[in-house]
C-alpha cells in the first residue's frame, strides 16, 4: 500500500487501531507492574525475596515463548494476509486466563496464578506483534512517529483510569479498612485476602474485550492471502529468507539488535520496578496504585511530548533521549533506599510525615519514577515508528516479527539476571543494578545506527 492509498484510510479505522493499545494497556499496568505484580510478592507468599525470583522466572519463562514464536507468527501473518483473527485468537486466551487470576489467594499454590500470567503474557505480546504489523498500511512515513505515540499515550489514559478506579473504589489500606476516597471497598472486596489485587486481572480481561471491538470493527485489515497451511510453510521459508537478508542491511540488523539490549533493559524496569518498591517500602496496594498513577499521568505527557520530538527531531533522536532518562532513573532507584539516596551520599531524617509515602526516602525515590514515566512510553513508542519508517508495508509481518524478537530473544536475560544476582547476594538492589548493563549496552548500539535504518523501496526512505 502506497502513502497515497494510506491516506484513503479513514479516521474511524485509525483511531481503531489506537484504541488496541487503550484495551491492552490496563494488563501491563494493574496487573504485571502495580497492583497484582506487587500482591504476587509482597503478601500472596511469606517469603518476598523468592517470591521476587519467581515473578521474575514468570516473566523469563514467557519471554522466551515470545522470542521463538513471534518471528514465525508474524512471518505467517504476511503470507495469510489478514491480521484481526490472529489476534482474536489470543484475546480469548488473554481474556480467560486474565479472568482466573481471581482464584489466586493468599496461601494458595503460586503454580496458578505463575502458568496463567505467562499465558497472558504471551498472548498479549502475540497480538501486539500483529497489531504493529497494521501500521505501516494505515499511516504515512511523515505521521507514522505522532500516531505511534499518540496510540502509546492512549494505552497510558487507559491503564491511568482503570488503575485510578482500582485505588479510589476497590483498593483498601489493611489498617483502616478503607479505600483512599474514605469508603468501605465496592462490592466488600476484603484486603485482608487480596481481592483488591486479584479483582485486577477480571477488570483488566474485560476492558479488553469492550474497547478491541472498534478495532475488530472499523480498522482495514490485509486483504486474505494463502490458505493456513499454505501460509504456514511460506511464512517459515520467508522468515529464514529474512533473517539472510539482515546480513545484507547491516542498518536494520544493528537496529534490531541495539532495540534487542536497551529493551531488555526496558522490560526489566517494568517488570520489576514495581515489585522492587513494594518489597523495599513495604508498600500498600493502595501506595504501589497511587504510585503507578503518578507514573501513568506523567507517561501520557511525555508521549505527547514524544510526538512533536519524533516529528521534528525524528525516532532515533527521541529514542536516544529516552534511554539517557532511563538510565539516570534507575541508577537513581537502585541508590535509594530507607534513609538516604545515592548510596549514601545524601542522607534523609528517619522522620515520617503522616500520610502516604510519609519518608524523605519514598518522596525521592517516587521523582525518579517519574523520569521512568517521562521515558519508558516514548522509548517503546519511537522504537516502533523507527521500523515502521524502515521496511515497506508488504514486509511488515516479518519485520516485526523479527522486532518482537529483538524485544524478546535476550529478554529473559534482565530478569533472570535479577534473579541471580538476587539468590547469590540476597539484595534486589543488585539485582535491579543489571539493568543499567542493558539500557547502556543498547544506546550505544544504537547511537552509530542509521536513521531510517534500511532502504524502504516504498518510501525511498534511506
Keep these: 500500500m502506497s502513502p497515497a492509498e494510506t491516506a484513503k484510510v479513514p479516521a474511524r479505522?485509525?483511531?481503531?487501531?489506537?484504541?488496541?493499545?487503550?484495551?491492552?494497556?490496563?494488563?501491563?499496568?494493574?496487573?504485571?507492574?502495580?497492583?497484582?505484580?506487587?500482591?504476587?510478592?509482597?503478601?500472596?507468599?511469606?517469603?518476598?525475596?523468592?517470591?521476587?525470583?519467581?515473578?521474575?522466572?514468570?516473566?523469563?519463562?514467557?519471554?522466551i515463548i515470545i522470542a521463538v514464536l513471534s518471528p514465525i507468527l508474524g512471518s505467517i501473518a504476511d503470507q495469510s494476509g489478514s491480521r484481526k483473527p490472529w489476534i482474536g485468537f489470543f484475546a480469548v486466551i488473554k481474556i480467560v486466563s486474565l479472568s482466573l487470576l481471581w482464584t489466586a489467594a493468599p496461601g494458595s499454590p503460586v503454580f496458578v496464578p505463575v502458568i496463567l500470567i505467562i499465558l497472558a503474557t504471551v498472548s498479549a505480546e502475540f497480538s501486539v506483534v500483529f497489531n504493529d504489523s497494521m501500521m505501516p498500511r494505515l499511516v504515512t512515513p511523515q505521521t507514522v512517529g505522532r500516531i505511534s505515540n499518540i496510540a502509546w499515550g492512549l494505552g497510558y489514559l487507559g491503564g491511568i483510569i482503570v488503575l485510578t478506579a482500582v485505588v479510589t473504589l476497590l483498593a483498601a489500606n489493611p489498617k483502616t479498612g478503607m479505600t483512599l476516597i474514605g469508603r468501605p471497598p465496592l462490592f466488600g472486596l476484603d484486603p485482608a485476602s487480596?481481592?483488591?489485587?486479584?479483582?485486577?486481572?477480571?477488570?483488566?480481561?474485560?476492558?479488553?474485550?469492550?474497547?478491541?471491538?472498534?478495532?475488530?470493527?472499523?480498522?482495514?485489515?490485509?486483504?486474505?492471502?494463502?490458505?493456513?497451511?499454505?501460509?504456514?510453510?511460506?511464512g517459515l521459508s520467508e522468515l529464514g529468507k529474512t533473517l539472510g537478508e539482515l546480513r545484507g542491511r547491516s542498518g536494520l540488523a544493528r537496529f534490531l539488535i541495539g532495540r534487542m539490549i536497551y529493551q531488555d533493559g526496558v522490560n526489566g524496569l517494568l517488570v520489576l520496578g514495581g515489585v522492587f518498591a513494594a518489597a523495599m517500602f513495604q508498600w500498600s496496594t493502595l501506595e504501589i496504585g497511587l504510585y503507578g498513577i503518578i507514573l501513568n499521568v506523567v507517561a501520557i505527557f511525555g508521549c505527547l511530548a514524544a510526538g512533536s520530538v519524533d516529528r521534528r527531531f525524528g525516532s532515533k533522536f527521541t529514542v536516544l533521549l529516552s534511554l539517557i532518562l532511563l538510565i539516570v532513573a534507575t541508577f537513581g532507584i537502585i541508590s535509594t533506599g530507607p534513609g538516604y539516596t545515592l548510596f549514601g551520599a545524601v542522607s534523609f531524617s528517619a522522620a515520617t510525615t503522616p500520610g502516604l509515602f510519609g519518608t524523605a526516602a519514598e518522596k525521592t525515590y517516587i521523582l525518579f519514577g517519574i523520569l521512568i514515566g517521562l521515558a519508558f512510553g516514548p522509548v517503546q513508542a519511537s522504537s516502533r515508528s523507527y521500523l515502521a519508517r524502515s521496511v515497506p508495508p508488504k514486509e511488515a509481518g516479518r519485520y516485526f516479527g523479527i522486532y518482537a524478537l529483538s524485544g524478546r530473544v535476550t529478554s529473559f536475560m534482565a530478569t533472570l539476571s535479577f534473579s541471580m544476582l538476587t539468590y547469590w547476594t540476597g539484595s534486589p538492589r543488585v539485582g535491579m543494578a543489571s539493568v543499567l548493563i542493558y539500557l547502556g549496552g543498547g544506546f550505544l548500539v544504537l547511537l552509530t545506527t542509521p536513521y531510517p535504518a534500511g532502504s524502504n523501496p516504498s518510501t525511498g526512505l534511506k
Aim: proline share 8%; hydrophobic share 50%.
Design 194 to 234: 487480596g481481592e483488591d489485587a486479584r479483582i485486577t486481572g477480571p477488570i483488566s480481561a474485560l476492558w479488553y474485550l469492550i474497547f478491541i471491538l472498534p478495532m475488530f470493527f472499523f480498522t482495514p485489515d490485509a486483504t486474505k492471502g494463502k490458505p493456513f497451511g499454505e501460509a504456514v510453510r511460506a
Design 13 to 63: 479505522g485509525i483511531w481503531g487501531w489506537m484504541l488496541f493499545d487503550w484495551a491492552a494497556q490496563p494488563f501491563f499496568t494493574v496487573v504485571t507492574t502495580f497492583i497484582f505484580g506487587p500482591y504476587f510478592v509482597s503478601r500472596m507468599t511469606s517469603d518476598p525475596v523468592s517470591a521476587q525470583a519467581t515473578w521474575s522466572n514468570t516473566a523469563t519463562i514467557a519471554s
